[in-house]
């Protein structure tokens, strides 16, 4: 049996539709939702909840807007489960803009613009750029530019938290991993 749609059920199917379209651009707008932390701008405090929580330490992750290597990163690498979880077990993570001018808190406790942060305390000059703070705010190892995958992201952040920074540069240990992965392609 079909039953013609009434007049008074398109206001409904209209609203769906656009609770849908909203749902869907939302989640569009922010592809890396869940990844970053929640802050109002203070390192020094984050340092210390950083240590209170058991973290090894702090991630940044310096970007822009324009930038389509950050975009891509959120769209294929940080929205990923797997990622996330492992990030957060280890590290308090934040977003700082290159070009913003909302002032923080670095982690000495000084405060100055987003944009100063980057370039004039950690010369920032490409994005993005994921740089790791112990818990002390000194850093532990820096990497410029996006990964080529989830997989190479997740070897940068055992890299930092096994300690191998100490031992090596993140291009050897990544040929070490990769050596040591199943190979999956195809003779040539």
Known sequence: ???PCSVASVPRRLLLA???VWIYSAAAAEPAQGFFDQTFGDFAEELANAKAQGKKGVLLMFEMN???FCQRMKTTVLNRPEVQTFYKQHFLIFAVDVEGD???TDFA???KPQKDLALKDYRVRAT???AFFDLD???LAKYIGATKDAEEFMWLGEYVVQDRYKEMPFAKYKRERQAAAPNTGTPG
Request: hydrophobic share 50%; net charge negative; aromatic share 4%.
């Open 1 to 3: 049996m079909i039953i």
């Open 109 to 111: 406790g000084r405060a």
């Open 137 to 139: 705010g000194q850093p």
């Open 102 to 104: 909302v002032d923080v």
């Open 66 to 68: 324009e930038c389509p």
């Open 128 to 130: 993005p750029v994921f």
């Open 18 to 20: 656009t609770l849908l």
